[in-house]
C-alpha cells in the first residue's frame, strides 16, 4: 500500500510543478488523481508541510479553495555556471571513494555555500 501513495504523490508532485507558475488549483488536481477531496487536501497539506508546494487560497467561481504552486525550480544553464567541477582536471575521478570525494572537495563545498572562504592551489 505505501508503495501506491508514493507512486500517487510522485504524480500530483509532478502535476503541480508541470502547472508552472500559474499554479493548479487543488480540486483539479484531485480530478486529475480520481481521488476524494479528502484525500487530495490532505496530501496538499503534507506536501506543504514538507516545504514541497505553496498552497495559496484564492477565491474561485465564488468559493474559496487553495491553489498549489511547485517550490522546485527548474534546472538552466544559470544554476550550475561557476560550478567548480565544469572545469576540473579530475572529475573523471571525483565519485564516492575515488581520488575526488564531491563530499570532501572544498571547491565544490565553496561554491555552494559562497560564506565559505578557501585558498585553491593553482
Do not use: H
Amino acid at each position: 500500500m505505501p508503495q501506491k501513495n508514493s507512486n500517487l504523490e510522485q504524480k500530483a508532485l509532478k502535476l503541480i510543478y508541470n502547472a508552472g507558475d500559474g499554479g493548479i488549483l487543488q480540486s483539479e488536481l484531485w480530478k486529475e488523481l480520481s481521488v476524494s477531496s479528502r484525500e487530495g487536501s490532505r496530501m496538499a497539506k503534507k506536501f506543504e508541510e514538507k516545504d514541497k508546494v505553496v498552497r495559496t487560497k484564492v477565491l474561485n467561481e465564488g468559493r474559496w479553495t487553495y491553489k498549489l504552486f511547485s517550490k522546485k525550480e527548474p534546472v538552466t544553464l544559470d544554476s550550475v555556471k561557476g560550478c567548480p567541477c565544469l572545469i576540473c582536471d579530475e572529475v573523471d575521478k571525483c565519485f564516492r571513494g575515488g581520488t575526488r570525494d564531491p563530499v570532501y572537495c572544498m571547491a565544490l563545498t565553496a561554491w555552494i555555500d559562497p560564506r565559505i572562504e578557501i585558498e585553491i592551489n593553482k
